[in-house]
Nanobody, 120 residues
Framework: QVHLVESGGGSVQAGGSLRLSCAASGYRYKGWFRQAPGTEREWVATLRTASSGTAYADPVKDRFTISQDNTKNTLYLQMNTLKPEDTAIYYC?????????????????WGQGTQVTVLS
């Protein structure tokens, strides 16, 4: 049974920061997606576990940082300068396939999501 467990969501004023965490070990690639009400799920960022190489979607570039701890078992998403349009449920993802931008393999595992609300 797969367990990807997110934490760290909440409400924050616009311009503020939040850090999300996800317990995810044993995967080649890890990442974050988000889904706002009435919209499709949107890719946010990807991290390659072995090299810690990263990639970001344009809407979050230069504001969000994806990283992992030294054990490579915990994934983070540091979100700065938050905007109301960042309001969404954020999902941790992980795969042993090879994602390409927002296209992730069918074998991707997903967390249950954590709510982030940015107040204007």
């Amino acid at each position: 049974q797969v367990h990807l467990v997110e934490s760290g969501g909440g409400s924050v004023q616009a311009g503020g920061s939040l850090r999300l965490s996800c317990a995810a070990s044993g995967y080649r690639y890890k990442g974050w997606f988000r889904q706002a009400p009435g919209t499709e799920r949107e890719w946010v960022a990807t991290l390659r576990t072995a090299s810690s190489g990263t990639a970001y979607a344009d809407p979050v570039k230069d504001r969000f940082t994806i990283s992992q701890d030294n054990t490579k078992n915990t994934l983070y998403l540091q979100m700065n300068t938050l905007k109301p349009e960042d309001t969404a449920i954020y999902y941790c993802t992980a795969t042993n396939g090879v994602p390409s931008g927002g296209e992730w393999p069918d074998t991707t595992d997903w967390g249950q999501g954590t709510q982030v609300t940015v107040l204007s």
